[in-house]
């Protein structure tokens, strides 16, 4: 009996192929608990999530030292490395978000906090507080990353307060501030730390507070990019310059995947009623603009 079950176990898992999807780290929910979940089931299949910085991830693939059959990032950039590389033939867009404060629930200054979000502070001036704990990760190996200084730059144009970023953020690489992508709402839920700059999507998936920013510096809206986004650009003690690309998620398929059909299957999906409706319950906006 038991040599049985041992056999139908075997058989079972040997007929259940699985799926690895590399994500951007901040997709962490609806990505495991919702996308992955669903698509697995239909397909009889055992879905299996990779959530990291989106460059992380990117150069992890391109040298052939991570495998997966999807890869669905934040940004163009990430993906034109695939791209570059050959393992991507073409990425299409699934879902939008845009930057936003976020701040924790437990934080000493969650009411100053409120009443930015309210109008009636300032909210930059509520990050600049003393003991005030922001949280971000590295702009070197994340897009949101980078995203957050880029908006901070805007911000001092946008308020016409020239030390802003530095006032807030410190060094661009500041090590105070830095954490990995997938820990950085969980340290926020759990109070450790105040607040982050980040995306709308990530926050609203974890049901944490935010405060709206104006269109010219939440990087959410594609009009703005001449007249406002196109005016940020940071350069890293690495020499990689930082420049506003759209906030746009986009999956691509890989060519050296194990499960070729189920990947191109996974990227239909996100992009089907399904899936579109998935990214909707858990804070993310409609796909904008073309393929890469």
Do not use: C
Not at 15 to 35: E, F, H, L, N, Q
Request: hydrophobic share 45%; aromatic share 8%.
């Amino acid at each position: 009996m038991l040599l049985s079950l041992i056999h139908f176990n075997s058989a079972l898992a040997q007929t259940s192929p699985t799926i690895r999807i590399a994500y951007a780290g901040s997709m962490g929910v609806v990505m495991d608990s919702a996308a992955g979940p669903a698509f697995a089931k239909a397909h009889h299949a055992t879905y299996q999530g990779i959530g990291q910085g989106s460059y992380a991830l990117a150069r992890l693939l391109a040298a052939h030292q991570l495998q997966a059959d999807v890869f669905v990032t934040i940004t163009p950039g990430p993906m034109q490395i695939l791209k570059q590389a050959g393992l991507v033939a073409s990425a299409v867009p699934v879902a939008s978000t845009q930057m936003v404060v976020v701040y924790s629930p437990h934080s000493h200054f969650a009411a100053d906090f409120a009443a930015a979000a309210r109008g009636e502070k300032k909210w930059y001036e509520v990050l600049s507080e003393q003991g005030v704990r922001l949280g971000r990760t590295d702009p070197a190996i994340d897009p949101q990353g980078a995203n957050v200084l880029l908006t901070l730059q805007l911000a001092a144009d946008y308020y016409r307060e020239p030390d802003l970023l530095k006032t807030i953020a410190g060094a661009p690489q500041n090590p105070s501030q830095i954490f990995t992508e997938p820990s950085l709402m969980s340290r926020l839920e759990a109070g450790q730390i105040d607040a982050a700059i980040g995306y709308l999507s990530a926050a609203q998936s974890h049901h944490l507070p935010t405060i709206a920013l104006p269109d010219e510096i939440n990087l959410g809206n594609p009009d703005m990019q001449k007249p406002w986004y196109d005016r940020a650009s940071l350069t890293l003690d690495n020499g990689k310059t930082l420049r506003v690309q759209p906030l746009v998620f986009y999956a691509g398929a890989l060519s050296n995947a194990q499960q070729p059909e189920l990947g191109r299957d996974f990227v239909a999906f996100l992009q089907g009623a399904q899936g579109q409706a998935l990214f909707r319950e858990h804070g993310y906006s409609a796909p904008r603009g073309n393929g890469l």
